[in-house]
T-cell receptor, first 114, second 111 residues
Framework: DVKVTQSSRYLVKRTGEKVFLECVQD?????MFWYRQDPGLGLRLIYF???????EKGDIPEGYSVSREKKERFSLILESASTNQTSMYLC?????????????FGQGTRLTVV | QKEVEQNSGPLSVPEGAIASLNCTYS??????FFWYRQYSGKSPELIMF????GDKEDGRFTAQLNKASQYVSLLIRDSQPSDSATYLC???????????FGAGTRLAVHP
């Protein structure tokens, strides 16, 4: 059974803290994605990675960075957390994108920055 | 302009009716399109993908793609209350094959 696991389901952090969100997949997928989901805005792509140590900015990368040192792990880093980064964060993984590939999602991390 | 656009809804249909969900996309280079369903508090899960013009059917679901009009739709026949969820349209876009989602359409099927 395919599995994408995010390290925390709920997280509360203070403004200015450095925050790490971890995502691990066990499907040997090349692609991994980080999205944030806010009401009325859908899933917005923050960063994605198509190989180890390779990363590309998504639509809203400001205030975030990522790390992919191993194929199975993709970390999202909030350098200095701010209240406008309070959101649901979803990690996904997939094989190389072709017409019939499916992205599998983790359970999500609800981050609250206070 | 957003790369993938959807009407946020809610779309309300009676049980047994056909629900029609629509999506437009801006990147003419996009080749593959996906419909995901997301129940409240859960992660998205794939319903269907389509990459050829025309219709693709899978059980009660039919995806339609019109590349000339840059339009994708999802029809749900014999809608059930269990179909009540948010439906997310997604497209592969860009040189590195980013997976981009629309904002989602909330569907409510009432008995």
């Amino acid at each position: 059974d395919v599995k994408v696991t995010q390290s925390s389901r709920y997280l509360v952090k203070r403004t200015g803290e450095k925050v790490f969100l971890e995502c691990v997949q066990d499907m040997d997928h090349e692609n991994m994605f980080w999205y944030r989901q806010d009401p009325g805005l859908g899933l917005r792509l923050i960063y994605f990675s198509y190989d180890v140590k390779m990363k590309e900015k998504g639509d809203i990368p400001e205030g975030y960075s990522v790390s992919r040192e191993k194929k199975e792990r993709f970390s999202l880093i909030l350098e200095s957390a701010s209240t406008n980064q309070t959101s649901m964060y979803l990690c996904a993984s997939s094989p190389p994108q072709t017409g019939d590939t499916e992205a599998f999602f983790g359970q999500g991390t609800r981050l609250t920055v206070v | 302009q957003k790369e993938v656009e959807q009407n946020s809804g809610p779309l309300s249909v009676p049980e047994g009716a056909i629900a029609s969900l629509n999506c437009t996309y801006s990147d003419r280079g996009s080749q593959s399109f996906f419909w995901y369903r997301q129940y409240s508090g859960k992660s998205p899960e794939l319903i269907m993908f389509i990459y050829s013009n025309g219709d693709k059917e899978d059980g009660r679901f039919t995806a339609q793609l019109n590349k000339a009009s840059q339009y994708v739709s999802l029809l749900i026949r014999d809608s059930q209350p269990s179909d009540s969820a948010t439906y997310l349209c997604a497209a592969i876009s860009g040189g590195y094959n980013k997976l981009i989602f629309g904002a989602g359409t909330r569907l409510a099927v009432h008995p």
